[in-house]
């Protein structure tokens, strides 16, 4: 059912984990640090700003308690830490972290190659991780991979998300994470998603991770925004994929969503220049352009005259 658009929607600035650990250049951590920093004084509620896997997995976010212990902490933004383990829960105790994401995928190949556990034995690892995390008072999201097609396995149906989704919330885990980790999902694969779960999952508690391979993550935000969604995950710059998700592009870019969004005439809180700004330090350490095209385009239209007219 198509509804007015939500008034307001809340970012996941994923840039800092997601967007770096695909990089093969390494990132010195005070470039991290200041990167993570300008995110926050751009006005972004919620930085997931690191993961604490086993440190071969992703070389470059080996730093997570350094990045961890540097920043400073906006009041009002949320650190989010990425977690796979007990192992991993354990470490970011030990720095402040206000959130912690447990993450899965609706296909079991995915999986093994990426946390090296089948689905069941994913959740299983998650249930002392989530005991923990309420324990000491941290709220929970969780992701669900692979949510509309798996580098592997090809197309997965909605009713395999579901049943993840459904696990995952047995756990304790509030916010769901759908997603299109290699970035092949259209609109009417969405409402196909958000039809599946109904009743499963509140979209009060439902977000969209949308990979920009084949350039529809907008359309698929479109969409959600028109089913009632009103939490995004994205990127600053637009960079992002996973070591384990071959052919996996981008994040769709914190500037194009942002940019969507205020012409939509929804608030966000964020400051579309300053995520902007966030991201030049990092093109020159990167050495290749950040793929957001509002980027790009030099930022926000500033139109001369009323662009209605
Ligand atoms: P494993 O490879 O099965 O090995 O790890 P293990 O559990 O036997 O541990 C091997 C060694 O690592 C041991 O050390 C452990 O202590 C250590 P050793 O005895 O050899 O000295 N270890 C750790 N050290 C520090 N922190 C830890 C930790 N865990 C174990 N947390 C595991 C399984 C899941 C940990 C591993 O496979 C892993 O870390 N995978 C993470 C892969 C990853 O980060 N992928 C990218 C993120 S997911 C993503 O990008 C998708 C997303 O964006 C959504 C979307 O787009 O769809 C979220
Ligand atoms: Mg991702």
């Keep these: 059912m198509i509804r007015a658009l939500p008034p307001r929607v809340r970012i996941v600035e994923v840039g800092p984990r997601d967007g770096l650990q695909n990089e093969a250049t390494p990132i010195p951590t005070p470039e991290k640090i200041a990167f993570i920093d300008a995110l926050s004084a751009a006005g972004l509620p919620e930085i997931e700003a690191t ?14 308690e ?12 949320h650190y989010t830490v990425l977690v ?7 470490r970011a105790l030990a720095v402040e972290v206000s959130r912690i994401a447990v993450f899965t995928a609706a296909s079991e190949s995915f999986n093994r190659k990426n946390i090296r556990a089948s689905i069941a034995e994913s959740i299983e690892r998650y249930r002392p991780v989530v ?14 991979s692979t949510a509309f097609a798996c580098p592997y396995e090809g197309p997965i149906a909605p009713t ?13 885990v509030e916010e769901i994470s759908l997603g299109d980790t290699v970035g092949v999902a259209v609109p009417s694969e969405v409402d196909r998603l958000l039809d599946a779960l109904e ?24 969409r959600g925004l028109e089913r009632g969604v009103a939490i995004f995950d994205a990127s600053a710059g637009g960079l992002g994929g996973c070591p384990y998700a071959p052919g996996a592009g981008g994040n769709l870019a914190t500037e194009d969503l942002l940019y969507l969004l205020e012409r939509l005439g929804i608030e966000t809180g964020v400051d579309l220049d300053r995520v902007r700004h966030a ?13 957001s095209k509002v980027r790009a385009a030099g930022g926000a ?8 007219a």
């Design 84 to 90: 796979p383990n007990e192992k991993g829960l354990e």
């Design 199 to 222: 009743g499963t999952l509140p979209l009060a508690d439902t977000a969209l991770h949308l990979h920009d391979t084949r350039g529809t993550a907008l359309s698929n935000v479109m």
């Design 301 to 308: 239209l500033r139109p001369q005259g009323p662009i209605d």
């Design 131 to 144: 005991r923990g995390a309420q324990a000491a008072g941290l709220s929970l999201r969780g992701y669900v």
């Design 51 to 64: 993961s604490f896997v086993a440190p071969g997995r992703i070389p470059q976010l080996t730093d997570a």
């Design 66 to 77: 350094e990045v961890m212990r540097g920043i400073t902490r906006r009041p009002g933004c």
């Design 160 to 172: 395999a998300v579901r049943e993840v989704v459904a696990r995952l919330r047995d756990l304790g």
């Design 279 to 291: 991201g030049d330090r990092l093109e020159s350490l990167l050495g290749h352009a950040l793929p």
